[in-house]
């Protein structure tokens, strides 16, 4: 998923905002996600496979996976 979709998504979820700058906005706050939690290990690139990383999912408690 790139950014633009997760800050579709993001919108979707929680509504759209009467103020013009609301969607744009989510946009940026979904590529500054997305980046930080590429730089900090916890999901790969999508050209890398697009996937949650080890370290990622034990974040999220989506895996009982070992260090």
Request: aromatic share 4%; glycine share 14%; hydrophobic share 35%.
């Amino acid at each position: 998923m790139d950014t633009e979709d997760l800050g579709r998504r993001l919108v979707d979820v929680r509504g759209s905002s009467t103020g013009p700058g609301f969607a744009p906005a989510v946009a940026r706050m979904a590529g500054t996600l997305a980046w930080r939690l590429e730089s900090r290990g916890f999901i790969a690139e999508a050209g890398a496979g697009g996937r949650t990383t080890a370290a990622g999912r034990r974040l999220i408690s989506c895996s009982s996976e070992p260090e």
